[in-house]
């Protein structure tokens, strides 16, 4: 079975379009890019179908313009995969470094466990994983009690599940990674693999540093029900998991 994959990319990212074709070229892949969403190029005032309110509520900080775009590209992704009728696909962000295997493993994962909806390939962290199965290509998948696992650079999605993000993730409440493992707020079925599939390059973010992450933050005084709206995730993500 061959499984497209589904690339976003900047205009303005020229050299790292040009690397990952380069690579896709080489293990045969069939890649599709997808124009990506300048964050920088959209003014708050201009942002579409975004809660800032409860971005800020939920996440103690302000919404950078990076986060803004990564969220309406992923969404231009999807629709654009779920727009062909096919069944399956892989959506990459394109600092993300592709492995000879990868679509191999991604048809594996998926086929592994028949209710899911997106399979992650790839996250910063993963604490507490619960194992549900482990694919014909070896990789164990299941879910994690603790996050945000971080990270939605790689993941492959059933058509279904395409469907479930494009509604229940339409309005941007979190940023995209955080978004995309929080399942049992949207009933879609989200696991991850243990280990990673495929892993980001060395490049930078197109979003951000992390002194600009820290610099949007609150005061702590500022982000007490942020606190509470976290604890009550985080069980959420305890109950979720194991009930895997």
């Not at 470094?97 to 594996?108: E, G, H, I, N």
């Not at 014909?136 to 009690?145: K, P, T, V």
């Not at 955080?178 to 930078?204: H, N």
């Amino acid at each position: 079975m061959s499984i497209r994959i589904y690339a976003i990319n900047l205009d303005r990212s020229v050299d790292r379009w040009r690397s990952l074709s380069l690579s896709a070229d080489a293990f045969g892949f069939d890649l599709v890019r997808i124009s990506g969403v300048d964050g920088a190029e959209t003014p708050p005032e201009e942002r579409v179908d975004c809660n800032s309110k409860k971005f800020k509520r939920n996440n103690g900080r302000s919404m950078l313009p990076g986060e803004y775009g990564c969220y309406r590209s992923h969404l231009g992704a999807l629709a654009a995969f779920y727009a062909t009728g096919e069944l399956t696909a892989v959506i990459v962000e394109d600092d993300i470094k592709l492995s000879v295997d990868l679509v191999v493993r991604a048809d594996a994962a998926i086929k592994a466990i028949p209710d899911a909806d997106v399979v992650k390939l790839c996250n910063h962290r993963v604490v507490g994983f619960k194992h549900v199965t482990t694919s014909e290509a070896g990789d164990e998948i299941g879910r994690a009690s603790h996050g945000p696992q971080g990270s939605a650079a790689c993941y492959v999605v059933t058509r279904k599940g395409a469907k479930r993000l494009l509604e229940g993730l339409n309005i941007m409440e979190y940023p995209w990674d955080v978004a995309l493992e929080r399942g049992w707020a949207y009933d879609a079925q989200i696991y991850t693999t243990r280990y990673d599939v495929a892993a980001p390059g060395r490049d930078s973010t197109t979003i951000a540093t992390s002194s600009v992450y820290r610099s949007t933050k609150f005061p702590w005084w500022k982000r007490f029900r942020t606190y509470a709206i976290r604890i009550r995730e985080t069980i959420c993500r305890i109950g979720y998991a194991r009930n895997g």
